[in-house]
C-alpha cells in the first residue's frame, strides 16, 4: 500500500508535466518505474541485520550505516526520517546513468526542466542502455555528450531513499560521506540551481566527516582526509584551468575550423598534464579512470558544477558558528530567494567572513606587539 501511494504521487506529478505541455512520457514512464523498483526491492535494515541468514560482512556495514544515519539525525540536525533505514539489492552496478551534453564549441550545459527538481544539467535513466540510446540522439545532433554511472540519487524528502548495492561496498568514511551529502538535499533544495544545491550538500558532508571522525578521535584518518580533499582541489582546478581555456576559445572571433583544432590541442595539453603531475603524486592514480574517458566539453563540466560556492557555504557555516540548526534555518531562506539575490548574499558572506579574518588577525598581531 505503501508503494501503491508513492506511485499515485508520481502518477500526479507525470499528470501536472503532461497538462503544462513539456512531458517526454516515455521518459517519466521509466523513472516511475525505475524507482517503483528499487522500493519494491528493499527491506528493513534493521530486520536483515536480525537475519541468521545474512552474510556477515553486509550484517556489519549496514550496522554502520545506522550508526551514521543516527549521528547525522542527532550531530548534524539533517532529517530524522526512514531515509537510509532500508536496504534494496538492485542488481546492477549503479543506481541511474546520467546524461550530460554541451554543444560542440560551448562548455554550456544542456537542461532540461522538470517538477520538484526545476531545471537541471543532466537527464537521468534507470536504464544504462536507454541512456546511450538518448545520448547517441544528441551526438547526432551535433552534441558533445557524456554518459556517467551514479551511485546514488535523492528523492529530495519526496520518498524514504534506501541504501543500496550499489555503494554498500564504500569505505566506513566514503559511506557517510554520501549519506551526509544526500539527507542534505532533503534540507534545502533551490530548484534549477545545481551549484547552489551541491555546494551546500558537499560543505555539509564535509562538516560532518570533520565531526564524525572527531568524536571518534580519529587524528590519523582525518589528516588523510583532509589530504584526498587536497588531492581532489588539485584535480578541480586543473579541469577548470582547461574549462576556462576552452570557454575563452569559444567565444573569441576565430573560424569553427580553428576552434575545434584548439579544442583539440587544449583537450590533449590537459591529458598531459595530467600524466606530468602523477609521475610525481602517486594520489592522482585515483583519476586515471576519469581520464581515460573520451575527453569533451561535457565530460570537463561534469567537475566544475559542484564546488564553485563552497567558500560561501563555509562562511555562513562559521558566522553560526558551526551551528547546523542556525546554519539550515539560514540556506533555507536564502533557496527561496531568486537566483540573483542568492548570489550576492553568499558573496556578501564570504566578503564579510574575509574581513573579520583580517580583522582578527590584525587583533591577534597587535596584542602580540603590546606584550
Given at each position: 500500500?505503501?508503494?501503491?501511494?508513492?506511485?499515485?504521487i508520481?502518477f500526479?506529478?507525470?499528470?501536472?508535466?503532461?497538462l503544462s505541455?513539456?512531458v517526454?512520457l516515455?521518459?517519466?514512464?521509466?523513472a516511475v518505474?525505475?524507482?517503483?523498483?528499487?522500493l519494491?526491492r528493499?527491506?528493513s535494515i534493521?530486520?536483515?541485520i536480525?537475519?541468521?541468514?545474512?552474510?556477515?560482512?553486509l550484517k556489519?556495514?549496514l550496522?554502520?550505516v545506522?550508526t551514521?544515519?543516527?549521528?547525522?539525525s542527532?550531530?548534524?540536525?539533517?532529517p530524522?526520517?526512514k531515509s537510509?533505514?532500508?536496504y534494496?539489492?538492485i542488481?546492477r552496478?549503479?543506481?541511474?546513468?546520467?546524461?550530460f551534453?554541451?554543444?560542440?564549441?560551448?562548455?554550456?550545459l544542456?537542461?532540461?526542466?522538470?517538477i520538484?527538481a526545476?531545471?537541471v544539467?543532466?537527464r537521468?535513466?534507470f536504464?544504462?542502455?536507454?541512456?546511450?540510446?538518448f545520448?547517441?540522439?544528441?551526438r547526432?545532433?551535433?552534441?558533445?555528450v557524456?554518459?556517467?554511472?551514479?551511485?546514488?540519487?535523492?528523492?529530495l524528502?519526496?520518498?524514504n531513499?534506501?541504501?543500496?548495492?550499489t555503494?554498500i561496498d564504500?569505505?566506513?568514511?566514503?559511506?557517510?560521506?554520501?549519506?551526509?551529502?544526500?539527507?542534505s538535499?532533503?534540507?534545502?533544495?533551490?530548484?534549477?540551481?545545481t551549484v547552489?544545491?551541491?555546494s551546500?550538500a558537499?560543505v555539509?558532508e564535509?562538516?560532518?566527516?570533520k565531526?564524525?571522525?572527531?568524536?571518534?578521535k580519529?587524528?590519523?584518518?582525518?589528516?588523510?582526509?583532509?589530504?584526498?580533499?587536497?588531492?581532489?582541489t588539485?584535480?578541480?582546478?586543473?579541469?577548470?584551468h582547461?574549462?576556462?581555456?576552452?570557454?575563452?576559445?569559444y567565444s573569441?572571433?576565430?573560424?569553427?575550423?580553428?576552434?575545434?583544432?584548439?579544442?583539440a590541442?587544449?583537450l590533449?595539453d590537459l591529458?598531459?598534464?595530467?600524466?606530468?603531475?602523477?609521475?610525481?603524486?602517486?594520489e592522482?592514480?585515483?583519476?586515471?579512470?576519469?581520464?581515460a574517458?573520451?575527453?569533451?566539453?561535457a565530460?570537463?563540466?561534469?567537475?566544475?558544477?559542484?564546488t564553485?560556492?563552497?567558500p560561501?557555504f563555509?562562511?555562513?557555516?562559521?558566522?553560526?558558528?558551526?551551528?547546523?540548526?542556525?546554519?539550515?534555518?539560514?540556506?533555507?531562506?536564502?533557496s527561496?530567494?531568486?537566483?540573483e539575490?542568492?548570489?550576492?548574499?553568499?558573496?556578501m558572506?564570504?566578503?564579510?567572513?574575509?574581513?573579520?579574518?583580517l580583522?582578527?588577525?590584525?587583533?591577534?598581531?597587535?596584542?602580540?606587539?603590546?606584550?
Amino acid at each position: 500500500m505503501r508503494i501503491l501511494r508513492q506511485l499515485k504521487i508520481v502518477f500526479i506529478v507525470i499528470q501536472i508535466q503532461w497538462l503544462s505541455g513539456c512531458v517526454n512520457l516515455p521518459y517519466y514512464a521509466q523513472a516511475v518505474d525505475g524507482h517503483i523498483d528499487v522500493l519494491r526491492r528493499s527491506q528493513s535494515i534493521q530486520t536483515i541485520i536480525t537475519d541468521p541468514d545474512t552474510d556477515a560482512n553486509l550484517k556489519r556495514t549496514l550496522t554502520k550505516v545506522l550508526t551514521l544515519r543516527k549521528f547525522a539525525s542527532q550531530e548534524l540536525k539533517l532529517p530524522d526520517n526512514k531515509s537510509y533505514t532500508r536496504y534494496a539489492d538492485i542488481k546492477r552496478p549503479y543506481a541511474v546513468w546520467n546524461v550530460f551534453a554541451t554543444p560542440e564549441l560551448s562548455i554550456k550545459l544542456k537542461k532540461w526542466c522538470f517538477i520538484k527538481a526545476g531545471c537541471v544539467s543532466y537527464r537521468g535513466f534507470f536504464s544504462q542502455t536507454e541512456a546511450e540510446r538518448f545520448a547517441e540522439k544528441l551526438r547526432n545532433d551535433g552534441y558533445d555528450v557524456h554518459v556517467g554511472g551514479v551511485r546514488a540519487y535523492s528523492t529530495l524528502g519526496w520518498f524514504n531513499d534506501p541504501v543500496l548495492n550499489t555503494f554498500i561496498d564504500y569505505s566506513e568514511l566514503e559511506l557517510a560521506r554520501l549519506i551526509f551529502h544526500e539527507l542534505s538535499h532533503q534540507v534545502a533544495y533551490a530548484p534549477g540551481d545545481t551549484v547552489f544545491n551541491e555546494s551546500f550538500a558537499t560543505v555539509v558532508e564535509q562538516e560532518g566527516i570533520k565531526r564524525w571522525l572527531e568524536k571518534k578521535k580519529a587524528t590519523s584518518e582525518f589528516a588523510a582526509y583532509k589530504a584526498k580533499l587536497r588531492t581532489q582541489t588539485i584535480f578541480n582546478s586543473l579541469v577548470s584551468h582547461h574549462r576556462n581555456r576552452l570557454a575563452m576559445l569559444y567565444s573569441s572571433s576565430q573560424s569553427e575550423a580553428q576552434k575545434r583544432a584548439g579544442k583539440a590541442h587544449i583537450l590533449n595539453d590537459l591529458q598531459e598534464q595530467f600524466a606530468l603531475l602523477k609521475t610525481s603524486r602517486v594520489e592522482f592514480n585515483r583519476y586515471n579512470r576519469w581520464f581515460a574517458q573520451p575527453m569533451n566539453n561535457a565530460l570537463l563540466a561534469t567537475v566544475s558544477i559542484y564546488t564553485q560556492l563552497l567558500p560561501a557555504f563555509q562562511a555562513l557555516l562559521a558566522q553560526q558558528n558551526g551551528d547546523m540548526t542556525l546554519f539550515f534555518k539560514v540556506v533555507k531562506e536564502i533557496s527561496k530567494l531568486p537566483k540573483e539575490e542568492r548570489t550576492s548574499i553568499l558573496q556578501m558572506a564570504v566578503d564579510n567572513h574575509w574581513k573579520k579574518d583580517l580583522v582578527d588577525a590584525s587583533f591577534s598581531d597587535h596584542e602580540h606587539l603590546s606584550r
